[in-house]
């Protein structure tokens, strides 16, 4: 029974050592994937599409504060410099055709902004949209 245990041991850390080495690509499909979707593309009506919306939000200040306050990313179980990777990841595998790349996220910049969650995560987005439009940034997709 000792040499189960220990061999148990042996096994869940080595499990564990290889989920810390995981990539932004495969944080994402761990922790993203199930409602954005393979393809980031969301679900209409009810999860937003992170392909091309992402780098959008990301173009000012109020955009990524709401990218770092939205439920998913506010309550995330990554990390502050995890959630940078898969976030700066995401910019730059699903970018806005027409827009220069985002800055990216640092840790800090996650670390400082994501302990505050949303109230109202559709009313915020719609005013983030339109702070969008004025400043010159083609809109997001609606979900």
Excluded at 63 to 84: E, F, K
Excluded at 124 to 138: K, M, N, Q, T, Y
Aim: hydrophobic residues 45%; glycine residues 6%; positive net charge.
């Amino acid at each position: 029974m000792r040499r189960v245990l220990q061999s148990a041991a042996v096994a869940l850390a080595l499990a564990l050592a290889g989920a810390a080495a995981a990539g932004p690509d495969q944080d994402y499909m761990l922790y993203c994937m199930g409602c954005h979707g393979s393809e980031a593309r969301g679900v209409p009506g009810k999860i937003p599409p992170l392909a091309g919306s992402l780098a959008r939000f990301m173009s000012t200040p109020d955009g990524r504060d709401y990218v770092l306050r939205v439920p998913g990313a506010a309550s995330s179980a990554l990390s502050d410099a995890q959630l940078a990777a898969v976030l700066n990841w995401l910019a730059m595998r699903y970018p806005a055709a027409e827009e220069r790349p985002p800055a990216p996220f640092t840790a800090e910049e996650v670390a400082r902004v994501r302990r505050t969650p949303l109230a109202n995560v559709k009313e915020r987005r719609r005013e983030v949209i339109r702070s969008l439009a004025a400043s010159g940034v083609a809109p997001p997709a609606e979900y």
